[in-house]
């Protein structure tokens, strides 16, 4: 994600529906640990949005992203931030309690050497969420202006995951009610498309995404796939 995007990102983030809802999906993963919070790394945290839900929940965390940009940004925000390579992770191994790579895997070429970094940093034990965009029928401008070199299915974020060496406790769609509409402006829609929505657009969007947390559709296909996993025992 270049400059630009990650600025325009950091402008929207806070009231944008995409963003609200995934970061309330992060708080409810992290109630889901078991323990008091410990150490955390958001790896391509871009300007620290998730970062701070992780802050919010008592987590010791700290930002990584390739871009220095996005560092620097992070750090304005009030959040510890670092720049770093996903495939070679500046963190020490076994160090950290929680990882959390949104949206990142699928702009590197070598996704398993950045899962397999995820592994390394987390202590046994610890647990990591990951989430990609899926299904490669989606695949559009959007991708290519985003640096996108992948979607995944199912099966190949499992793949990806296992061979790092963590366990998949966990995976499911997410805005699947919306992945009609995602499809058709996607490809309607020019590569830059990140704006910022009419108050009752935007909140009728975030109603629609909020229902799947009570409706048993996460197994139907979505436009994002997001796994819990955990680095097991030694």
């Given at each position: 994600?270049?400059t630009v995007e990650?600025?325009?990102?950091v402008?929207i983030?806070d009231?944008?529906?995409?963003?609200?809802?995934?970061?309330?999906?992060?708080?409810?993963?992290?109630r889901?640990?078991?323990g008091?919070?410990?150490r955390?790394?958001d790896?391509g945290a871009a300007?620290?949005g998730?970062t701070r839900?992780l802050l919010?929940?008592?987590?010791e965390a700290i930002a990584?992203?390739?871009?220095?940009a996005?560092v620097?940004?992070?750090r304005?925000r009030g959040?510890?931030?670092?720049?770093?390579?996903a495939?070679?992770?500046?963190?020490s191994?076994g160090?950290?309690d929680?990882v959390?790579?949104?949206?990142?895997?699928?702009?590197i070429?070598?996704?398993?050497?950045?899962?397999?970094?995820l592994?390394r940093v987390?202590r046994?034990?610890?647990?990591?969420?990951?989430?990609?965009p899926?299904?490669?029928?989606?695949?559009s401008a959007?991708?290519?202006a985003l640096?996108?070199?992948?979607?995944?299915?199912?099966?190949?974020l499992?793949?990806?995951v296992?061979?790092?060496?963590?366990h998949l406790?966990?995976m499911?769609?997410?805005?699947v009610?919306?992945r009609?509409i995602?499809k058709?402006?996607?490809?309607?829609?020019t590569?830059q498309?990140?704006?910022?929505?009419?108050?009752?657009?935007?909140?009728?969007?975030r109603a629609?995404?909020?229902?799947e947390?009570?409706?048993p559709?996460?197994?139907?296909?979505g436009v994002?796939?997001?796994a819990?996993?955990h680095r097991?025992?030694?």
């Amino acid at each position: 994600m270049d400059t630009v995007e990650i600025q325009r990102v950091v402008a929207i983030e806070d009231d944008n529906w995409w963003y609200r809802e995934r970061r309330a999906i992060i708080a409810r993963q992290l109630r889901r640990l078991e323990g008091p919070p410990g150490r955390a790394a958001d790896i391509g945290a871009a300007g620290g949005g998730n970062t701070r839900v992780l802050l919010e929940h008592g987590w010791e965390a700290i930002a990584i992203d390739a871009s220095p940009a996005a560092v620097e940004l992070a750090r304005l925000r009030g959040i510890d931030a670092y720049h770093g390579d996903a495939c070679y992770l500046p963190l020490s191994t076994g160090d950290f309690d929680f990882v959390m790579a949104l949206d990142l895997l699928q702009h590197i070429p070598d996704d398993r050497t950045a899962a397999g970094e995820l592994a390394r940093v987390l202590r046994p034990g610890g647990s990591a969420l990951i989430s990609v965009p899926c299904d490669l029928s989606l695949w559009s401008a959007h991708d290519i202006a985003l640096g996108h070199v992948r979607r995944y299915t199912r099966e190949s974020l499992a793949e990806v995951v296992r061979d790092a060496g963590l366990h998949l406790d966990h995976m499911w769609s997410w805005n699947v009610l919306l992945r009609p509409i995602v499809k058709w402006r996607r490809h309607q829609s020019t590569p830059q498309d990140m704006e910022r929505l009419h108050p009752i657009v935007n909140a009728g969007l975030r109603a629609v995404s909020m229902l799947e947390r009570y409706l048993p559709v996460q197994s139907l296909p979505g436009v994002t796939l997001f796994a819990r996993a955990h680095r097991p025992e030694l």
